[in-house]
């Protein structure tokens, strides 16, 4: 899918009397999204849509800024920038994946910043369908960036300390508690472990396929995505285990739960969440960067996209920490 805007820097300048770290944040690679999935999409954000660019003062800022948009909707904690209730929207797009239900992704992304928390203004852009949103306060900072489509690379938070130590995140996956089929679950994908060190072409080269875990749910077929990391590190859940035979190394323990995954993310680095095409696409880990970044991870469909089964076979499930 193609990439068609680059997201601007944050003026990280505005923000010093909130309580700046450094000089810059990173301008990170574009999101992927075809034009199509994104039409007729913005943002609604603290009472404000359509061309927006302007700097909130602390005292205006409510606990919790919510998030509409036509194809996604969600909620940020203001103190720490975490996510919580995000769910697509059903809607007439082509590219559309709720099969006609609101459906919910994720319960929480919740950021640990370990005694720390955001204070200063809130700095809000909104332009057709981007949203970027950047807070600080005394030794940290976080950004937030989204696009409001059908599907697409749609997501990504930023986090910055002053100690230059990793933030961890922690995502917990929505219970969905009145349709069991749309309760979204992490799952090893199948079609990716059976192809497993096969080499594929990729752009002008190749690329080995590695394994994947998405994320699923029993009702769209067509719902599908992924956590998508630069700079970040998955933590080993010793709640949840299973072992799966490795084409490559034999039997292989994925210590990940079904409804949680937890990352280390650096100072400067991201974690992003793709959804569709770009979440079953073979393509190279975003390369390792932390400042002033540029979008050198360009796939503008030229990768083998594998897809996954629906529904998903129960044996790639990852086990649920919550029942």
Known sequence: ???????????????????????????????????????????????????????????????????????????????????????????GNPLDMTGGAVTPVFASKTPGHRGLRLDGAVELFLEEEVLEISRVGRGLSMKIQAK????????????????????????????????????????????????????????????????????ANDFSPRFVARDSAQVATRIDDPACSVVFVSRVSGPQTVRHCGDRSIWDVASGGRMGFVTGEDAVEVAPSPTVCTQNCQARNRVRGRSVVLGFPFPVPQGSRLPFLQP
């Open 148 to 215: 409001d489509c059908a599907q697409g690379g749609i997501f990504q938070m930023e986090p910055e300390r002053a100690d230059g130590t990793a933030t961890r995140i922690v995502h917990t996956l929505a219970l969905s508690r009145a349709n069991a089929g749309l309760r979204p679950f992490y799952f090893d994908n199948p079609r990716f472990r059976a192809r497993e060190g096969d080499v594929v072409p990729f752009k002008d080269t190749t690329i080995e396929v590695p394994t994947r875990i998405n994320i």
């Open 1 to 91: 899918m193609t990439l068609n805007r680059t997201f601007r820097s944050f003026s990280w300048h505005r923000m010093r009397g909130a309580g700046a770290l450094l000089a810059g944040l990173l301008a990170l690679p574009t999101f992927a999204a075809s034009s199509a999935g994104c039409e007729g999409g913005g943002f609604t954000v603290l009472g404000r849509s359509g061309e927006v660019d302007v700097l909130i003062g602390a005292a205006n800022v409510p606990a919790t800024i919510l998030v509409r948009g036509t194809y996604v909707q969600f909620d940020i904690d203001a103190a720490t920038f975490g996510i919580r209730n995000f769910v697509f929207l059903p809607t």
